[in-house]
């Protein structure tokens, strides 16, 4: 399969692909950078969608868009990670092959069984009494946070985004592991920065970033992880350090262990969780009859965070590689090709969803928002009360609000994140 390089996000064409269509796709991605392609994307996936829900992605492997394919591809053990070892095959020169990229190879999100099981076992984590623990925190930390967002905009507008939804998923986990919250501010950049790495095709500047925020990120929780084990105590990274210590006789390979597991569980909790967030805030303040229709019947507001992840869910890129040659959906694929689905488009597949560009409430359970199979996302419960705990008490505690401008977004197809989200009061 070809790669884009480490110095940039070079296009390799395939042969198969006619040109017309290959740069057909190219201008298509190009406009999906632009701030027009970030605001709505949804006609271009629309675009996409029509050449078929496999098609030839122009650097290599394919580009999945059609619900069910999608849907197939992440519940079956026929799809694998591209783990370190993938990321290895494909050449020195590659952004595989960049720091950043072998290092969150080693997360939990980027293993393949049997390596995933064990690891994944090791954590734990979100369990319904972990759950209840954090939830009274959460509630806590919302109307805290809903009380500085007021006090702001009795003097005119205010960003809601950075004043509550990049505050809440920081003040939530940043608790839960014990981080100091002096440092809450810069793991919240770090996070932002790194996942460049883990983007459809990253440019040199932005892997760059990435393999600096990864250092840091790296050098911060070894450190953690050696203050917990000279005092045990009852929190997530002492329990992880007790588990890998009965796991792994080797002390090093232990600390690095509980070392990925909290990496992984920052930045799972924070990126997708913040933007989440904003654009459920964002789609309840744009419109005045979602905000009455909330207020007057509580109820939906599982419904409404439901809705929001369908309609423009946090991640809208997901990757995958096949693990012997296969036919999806009629297109041949070879073992070790990469296949990426297309999440933001396959949320608006019309073979899967009624009026798929509506948002509405009254669709039953059905998302690819928290990925599917083994790698279903292990922090979607905490995602959800998050944004349920938020959402009830802003109908609950604030007067309406209306969006005063549109939101900015940052230069990304993989990872959606609103830069603001300004507010008033209606």
């Not at 053990?77 to 290895?88: I, M, S």
């Not at 250092?215 to 203050?227: G, H, I």
């Not at 979607?380 to 998050?386: D, K, S």
């Not at 959402?391 to 994140?417: C, H, K, N, Q, Y």
């Amino acid at each position: 399969m070809a790669a884009d390089s480490q110095k940039g996000a070079v296009i390799v064409a395939s042969v198969t692909t006619p040109i017309s269509d290959r740069r057909a796709t190219v201008a298509l991605f190009s406009r999906l950078r632009t701030a027009q392609g970030q605001a709505d994307p949804f006609p271009l996936y629309a675009d996409l969608r029509s050449r078929g829900d496999v098609s030839p992605a122009p650097w290599g492997g394919f580009l999945v868009t059609g619900f069910s394919a999608c849907d197939q591809v992440l519940r079956s053990g026929a799809w694998l990670e591209p783990d370190t070892t993938w990321r290895e095959r494909q050449g020195e020169r590659t952004r595989w092959s960049a720091p950043s990229s072998r290092e969150i190879s080693r997360t939990l999100p980027a293993l393949n069984p049997p390596e995933h099981t064990r690891v994944r076992r090791a954590a734990g984590t979100f369990d319904r009494g972990t759950i209840e623990q954090i939830g009274s925190r959460v509630s806590r930390v919302v109307d805290d946070l809903l009380d500085s967002l007021m006090e702001h905009l009795h003097t005119g507008e205010a960003d809601f985004a950075a004043l509550v939804s990049e505050e809440l998923p920081i003040a939530t986990i940043g608790n839960w592991l014990g981080l100091p919250s002096e440092d809450w501010p810069r793991l919240r950049e770090l996070t932002h920065d790194q996942v460049f790495t883990q983007e459809l095709l990253p440019s040199a500047s932005q892997l760059a970033r990435s393999d600096v925020a990864m250092a840091e990120l790296r050098a911060y929780f070894l450190d953690l992880v050696s203050e917990r084990r000279s005092r045990l105590g009852d929190d997530p990274v002492s329990r992880w350090i007790r588990t890998w210590d009965a796991l792994e006789p080797d002390r090093d390979k232990a600390d690095e262990a509980v070392y990925f597991l909290a990496l992984f569980v920052l930045l799972a909790a924070l990126e997708t969780t913040s933007t989440l967030l904003s654009t459920m805030a964002l789609l309840l303040v744009e419109r005045p009859d979602r905000w009455n229709l909330l207020a007057e019947q509580p109820d939906l507001v599982p419904a409404f965070v439901e809705e929001s992840l369908r309609y423009d869910p946090p991640t809208h890129v997901i990757s995958r590689v096949a693990a012997q040659d296969c036919v999806l959906e009629g297109v041949e694929v070879r073992a070790d090709e990469m296949v990426h689905l297309m999440v933001g488009a396959a949320h608006r597949d019309p073979a899967r969803y009624d009026a798929p560009d509506r948002f509405e409430l009254n669709r039953g359970p059905g998302h690819l928002a928290f990925s599917g199979g083994i790698h279903y996302c292990l922090g979607a419960p905490l995602a959800r009360l998050e944004a349920q705990t938020l959402l009830s008490r802003m109908i609950t505690l604030l007067p309406r609000l209306t969006l005063v401008r549109r939101p900015s977004r940052a230069p990304r197809v993989a990872f959606r994140r609103l830069l603001n989200l300004d507010v008033a009061l209606a």
